[in-house]
């Protein structure tokens, strides 16, 4: 029995992980239909949006964790929070690379966090879509559903590396999406 107070961390399962291979199968299947090129950037749909609000989601809960992670006593209700208290424990997000091999393309999700007052873009296209989608329709495209897909990924490994001492070297490979520091497959 556990003494009342006390600050125990948990072990963390990998339905966190599980989740998401299953939105990045789902992007990956877009790229049947679509290539993950910069000419295709600006392509938007239903799908896409969906993806956005599933995948934003999920950055919302991780997020979270996280920041609760780094601090207990962090309100981690927003951006407001999330941005200061990640990029003080991880102040080189900014340039974390995703590489989408398979088109040969790198992605920067966290590149707006560079300086004061930066904006994620893909952020933001969440933020329209979900509440004004109506007028925003085009911010459902495939450059934003990538970012948001590969912020995800980044916010997945930082997760694992907090709770367990091999980190992300558990969780296997990804079938499209890859950073430095995890496993290749």
């Known amino acids: 029995m556990s003494k009342q107070g006390s600050k125990k961390k948990t072990a963390l399962d990998n339905s966190y992980w599980q989740y998401f291979l299953k939105l990045e199968a789902d992007f990956y299947a877009t790229a049947r239909y679509l290539g993950c090129t910069k000419s295709n950037d600006a392509t938007c749909s239903i799908e896409f949006a969906q993806q956005i609000v599933c995948i934003n ?8 964790k996280i920041c609760k992670t780094i601090d207990s006593k962090n309100q981690a ?3 407001g929070h999330y941005k200061p208290t990640l ?5 080189k997000m900014h340039s974390t690379p995703v590489h989408v091999n398979r088109f040969l393309r790198t992605v920067h999700p966290f590149a707006g966090w560079n300086g004061s007052g ?9 933020q329209d879509i ?28 930082y997760l694992y590396e ?5 980190g992300s070297e558990s969780l296997g490979g ?7 520091g995890m496993p290749r497959i």
């Open 118 to 126: 930066g904006r994620l873009e893909w952020w933001n296209a969440f």
């Open 130 to 157: 979900k509440y004004h989608r109506n007028n925003n329709f085009e911010k459902a495209n495939l450059i934003n559903t990538l970012e948001a897909l590969s912020a995800l990924l980044i916010l997945e490994l």
């Open 174 to 180: 990804t079938v499209l999406l890859w950073t430095p």
């Open 77 to 79: 209700a927003n951006m």
């Open 57 to 64: 989601t999920e950055c919302e809960a991780l997020f979270k």
């Open 87 to 91: 990029l003080k424990k991880f102040p």
């Open 162 to 166: 907090s709770f367990s001492p091999k």
